[in-house]
Nanobody, 116 residues
């Protein structure tokens, strides 16, 4: 059974940092492309970053988070990380990790709130 579990969210002030984790069971994250997606209430989910499967694991980002967010992977822990620096109020959302293996698999989502 495939399961993705996010952790590490919470409240941060503008300019601060948070790190999210996405731990997988039933799959090997390093073999798969994994997306980070976020959703603001009343809006559609927005994919803002992803990391390739395979040894190199190159990451890609949308412009709004590039140079602030970093996706990395710990293969031994079967865990994906999202390091978020220089947080802005507009980063406030529920964050999900997501992968596709014949169908979409989502974590439960975790709230990130950026507010002074």
């Amino acid at each position: 059974q495939v399961q993705l579990v996010e952790s590490g969210g919470g409240l941060a002030q503008p300019g601060e940092s948070l790190q999210l984790s996405c731990t997988a069971s039933g799959i090997t994250l390093s073999n798969l492309a994994i997306r980070w997606v976020r959703q603001v209430p009343g809006q559609e989910r927005e994919g803002f970053g992803c990391i390739d499967g395979g040894g190199i694991g190159k990451a890609y980002y949308v412009t709004s988070v590039k140079d602030r967010f970093t996706i990395s992977r710990d293969n031994a822990k079967n865990t994906l990380y999202l390091q978020m620096n220089s947080l802005k109020p507009e980063d406030t959302a529920v964050y999900y990790c997501n992968t596709y293996i014949y169908k979409n698999y989502w974590g439960q989502g975790i709230q990130v709130t950026v507010s002074s």
